[in-house]
């Protein structure tokens, strides 16, 4: 989450940093996204 100095809230993607066809801040509110990777917690 990135907050802006006039308090905006932007949320950005990190598998856009990897693959041009995510947009780095999408529209909110995002309900599914194709390259979603479930990830386990390490302990």
């Not at 780095?24 to 599914?32: D, F, M, Q």
């Amino acid at each position: 989450m990135i907050e802006s100095d006039r308090g905006s809230v932007f949320y950005q993607c990190g598998k856009a940093f990897e693959d041009p066809r995510f947009p780095k801040y999408p529209r909110l509110p995002v309900h599914s996204c194709t390259g979603y990777e479930a990830t386990t917690a390490d302990p």
